[in-house]
């Protein structure tokens, strides 16, 4: 391969056709980090309000440092893998208070924060601060195992240091960023899981995927092992206009998040039994209950069959993780998936404020 024909193609494909996104407009390293962990496991699609949002809340690294937790999950709220907005914070606030608000411009000491593994890490140092850095996500992965023809499973977690040291050897040390969000790009727009655009490629002379038509069999990749599922209900629990909420365990899944009074079953539930079963575990009973929803929720890992239910209740004293909300407290409360399609089912009903 030219490497240095490789370059110029790559990145003079990319500035003439990257789509405009908002996090290409600033060269803020804390702005760039926030993108790069709202992008994990996430569309750019549906990154790009939720980016603005949080960036206009929390424009600095010292406003993200000091915000409360639950403004901080509320703005997050839809997105999923919250973790990521908490250990964001955490790294956020080791910049504030170790290196004076000014994100690390060292792999070392960058990679040393809450959060940062090597992709975010090399992301904010190439495309921030022009560091000629790896970073390397399953874009990447896919666009280097074609085009230097590379078989080996990229769904091995040590496999990632094989193209960790390919774009180490390839990356332009005269434009990083463009190099490194040129490859990602490519493997958005272009080089895509499934029916590559092999013809629109800007690097398909370099391609030896290509050349031996090897394209659709690139990259290797082993399928994940397979989900497994848990049944729960979900009570919306009402008194007057208060609504009963509870939050999750500070650990584990949707960690701090708040949602309608869930139980996990062990076997299938009769209406007539559900208020037996609530009784249990909380300080009160509840009346007139009817299924309202059935719906799944999908994690990377799990899926969730939930049955919702309505049903009304004289306020009671409830247990320490719950507490009786106004409808406008309830708007205030960071709500994962599961609560929000439990939340919709009400609106659609008209009941959320009754």
């Not at 060292?106 to 924060?113: D, G, H, N, P, Y």
């Not at 896919?142 to 960790?164: G, M, N």
Request: net charge negative; charged share 25%; hydrophobic share 40%.
């Amino acid at each position: 391969m030219d490497k240095q024909q490789f370059q110029q193609d790559l990145i003079g494909w990319f500035q003439k056709e990257q789509r405009d996104l908002p996090w290409r407009r600033t060269a803020d390293p804390y702005q760039i980090w926030i993108s790069e962990v709202m992008l994990q496991q996430t569309r750019v699609d549906t990154v790009i309000p939720y980016y603005k949002r949080f960036v206009e809340k929390f424009p600095t690294v010292e406003s993200l440092a000091g915000a409360e937790e639950e403004s901080l999950l509320k703005l997050w709220e839809g997105l999923g893998y919250y973790s990521r907005a908490r250990n964001l914070q955490a790294g956020v606030r080791e910049v504030a208070e170790q290196y004076g608000g000014i994100v690390p411009s060292t792999r070392k000491e960058i990679s040393s924060l809450k959060g940062v593994g090597p992709y975010t890490a090399g992301a904010v140092l190439s495309i921030a601060y022009g560091v000629p850095e790896h970073a390397v996500d399953g874009n990447v992965m896919r666009v280097l195992s074609r085009i230097l023809l590379i078989d080996e499973d990229i769904a091995k977690p040590k496999t990632r240091k094989v193209f960790e040291q390919a774009v180490t050897e390839l990356i332009s040390h005269e434009d990083p960023s463009s190099f490194n969000q040129g490859l990602m790009e490519l493997g958005a727009l272009i080089c895509t899981p499934t029916s590559p655009k092999c013809l629109l490629c800007p690097v398909r002379d370099h391609c030896s995927a290509f050349h031996e038509g090897k394209e659709t069999e690139l990259p290797v990749k082993t399928k994940a092992k397979k989900t497994r599922a848990a049944n729960f209900t979900m009570a919306a629990i009402r008194s007057g206009d208060k609504i009963l909420m509870e939050q999750r365990p500070a650990k584990g899944l949707l960690a701090g998040m708040w949602q309608y009074p869930m139980l996990e079953l062990t076997a299938p539930l009769e209406v007539d039994k559900v208020g037996e079963l609530y009784a249990e575990t909380l300080n009160g009973s509840l009346m007139d209950i009817e299924k309202i929803t059935a719906f799944k929720h999908v994690f990377s890992h799990l899926t969730w069959n939930v049955d919702g239910y309505l049903a009304k209740a004289e306020e009671f004293t409830p247990p320490e993780n719950m507490k009786w909300v106004t409808p406008e407290q309830l708007e205030n409360l960071p709500i994962a998936g599961p609560g929000q399609k439990m939340k919709t089912a009400l609106e659609q009903r008209g009941d959320v404020a009754k």
